[in-house]
């Protein structure tokens, strides 16, 4: 009887240690099994792909993750590569994806693709990049009234480069061209990587590229920034004006953001928010973006960027609708 007792209750306490266990690894917090996929929306050497990479170095060095994040590039179709993978990988929690405003600019340009940015798992807000417009020192120009005016009169000889058809870039050169009144070749390349290349090379005029995009030229003198379409002065670029102090109402900044295929499990959405919030507020990134002129003072993240998203979808659509889908492409 005793020796079946004791049976009895050694079975009973195996049987609870292994409820216990069970009940331990089902609520132990998430963290990455494998790689994680780093898609990026844009070619290399470009805005996005720096950031994407700075903070890849930022998790690998600060030792943020059990499992590397690797970075992918994703260009094709003004983004719409990158968006039908993301959306492929429903349900994938070790996939995540750098975004700009092609996030919402290619959906609503190329409806075919059935893509819901709304279906999304929005992760974190990284910062609002900026735009300045870039010519070089041999251009002899120093001033936006001097440019619109060698513009007006180069016509459609004056080539303006940028990232895409239908992207940020193309957006605001319509909305420069409706509020100037002058009509310019734009010519779309891969990255603002490329395109800050071209403009030094001389086969392109001017652009308006991020400043992380130009900076490397524009500390070595090889490229000029005659205005910035903030609301305000960036320190970065100080004895840059604005177009809006400059009596032009052009004011225009880039979201750049993390975000998840649809169907990420709760687990993981938490972990890549606390994640990629702790990237945001290291003195690196801090630093990145205080030298570079970017926007990096708040943190949006989880359903405050759902409703970012939402806001800036619908900005988009009327920036479009305002200035013309032809105008954007250059068809």
């Given at each position: 009887m005793k020796k079946s007792l004791k049976k009895l209750i050694a079975g009973i306490g195996a049987l609870s240690f292994c409820a216990v266990a069970s009940v331990g690894?089902?609520?132990?917090?998430?963290?990455?099994?494998?790689p994680v996929e780093f898609v990026i929306m844009a070619?290399?050497?470009?805005?996005?792909?720096?950031?994407?990479?700075?903070?890849?170095?930022?998790?690998?060095?600060?030792?943020?993750?059990?499992r590397p994040f690797i970075p992918i590039n994703k260009p094709g179709g003004s983004g719409a590569e990158a968006l039908q993978y993301l959306k492929s990988k429903s349900g994938d929690d070790h996939v995540v994806m750098v975004t700009l405003n092609s996030y919402?600019?290619?959906?609503?340009?190329?409806?075919?693709?059935?893509?819901?940015?709304?279906?999304?798992?929005?992760?974190?807000?990284?910062?609002?990049?900026?735009?300045?417009?870039?010519?070089?020192?041999?251009s002899g120009l120093k001033t936006l009234d001097e440019y619109?005016?060698?513009?007006?009169?180069?016509?459609?000889d004056w080539k303006v480069g940028g990232t895409g058809s239908g992207q940020e870039d193309s957006i605001l050169t319509a909305m420069m061209e409706a509020e100037f009144g002058y009509d310019v070749t734009y010519i779309?390349?891969?990255?603002?990587?490329?395109?800050?290349?071209?403009?030094?090379?001389g086969h392109i005029d001017s652009t308006v590229n991020n400043p992380s995009e130009q900076s490397e030229f524009y500390r070595a003198g090889q490229s000029?920034?005659?205005?910035?379409?903030?609301?305000?002065?960036?320190?970065?670029?100080?004895?840059?004006?604005?177009?809006?102090?400059?009596?032009?109402?052009?004011?225009?900044?880039?979201?750049?953001?993390?975000?998840?295929?649809?169907?990420?499990s709760a687990e993981a959405t938490?972990?890549?928010?606390?994640?990629?919030?702790?990237?945001?507020?290291?003195?690196?990134?801090q630093k990145f973006c205080n030298e570079d002129g970017i926007d990096c003072a708040t943190w949006v993240g989880g359903a405050d960027l759902a409703a970012f998203h939402k806001t800036g979808y619908e900005r988009h659509k009327a920036l479009i609708e305002k200035v013309g889908a032809k105008a954007i492409t250059g068809e």
């Amino acid at each position: 009887m005793k020796k079946s007792l004791k049976k009895l209750i050694a079975g009973i306490g195996a049987l609870s240690f292994c409820a216990v266990a069970s009940v331990g690894v089902a609520d132990a917090a998430w963290e990455p099994k494998k790689p994680v996929e780093f898609v990026i929306m844009a070619g290399k050497g470009g805005g996005a792909d720096q950031m994407a990479r700075l903070m890849q170095g930022i998790i690998q060095q600060n030792n943020l993750s059990p499992r590397p994040f690797i970075p992918i590039n994703k260009p094709g179709g003004s983004g719409a590569e990158a968006l039908q993978y993301l959306k492929s990988k429903s349900g994938d929690d070790h996939v995540v994806m750098v975004t700009l405003n092609s996030y919402y600019t290619t959906p609503i340009m190329q409806p075919e693709l059935g893509i819901d940015i709304n279906t999304f798992t929005p992760i974190g807000r990284m910062a609002l990049d900026t735009f300045l417009l870039w010519v070089r020192p041999d251009s002899g120009l120093k001033t936006l009234d001097e440019y619109v005016a060698k513009v007006k009169a180069a016509g459609k000889d004056w080539k303006v480069g940028g990232t895409g058809s239908g992207q940020e870039d193309s957006i605001l050169t319509a909305m420069m061209e409706a509020e100037f009144g002058y009509d310019v070749t734009y010519i779309p390349f891969p990255g603002g990587g490329t395109v800050a290349k071209n403009l030094i090379g001389g086969h392109i005029d001017s652009t308006v590229n991020n400043p992380s995009e130009q900076s490397e030229f524009y500390r070595a003198g090889q490229s000029v920034p005659l205005v910035q379409f903030n609301d305000e002065r960036s320190p970065a670029y100080a004895d840059v004006p604005t177009a809006k102090e400059l009596g032009h109402d052009i004011v225009y900044y880039m979201q750049r953001s993390i975000n998840g295929p649809p169907g990420m499990s709760a687990e993981a959405t938490e972990w890549y928010i606390n994640l990629f919030k702790t990237v945001f507020d290291s003195a690196e990134w801090q630093k990145f973006c205080n030298e570079d002129g970017i926007d990096c003072a708040t943190w949006v993240g989880g359903a405050d960027l759902a409703a970012f998203h939402k806001t800036g979808y619908e900005r988009h659509k009327a920036l479009i609708e305002k200035v013309g889908a032809k105008a954007i492409t250059g068809e």
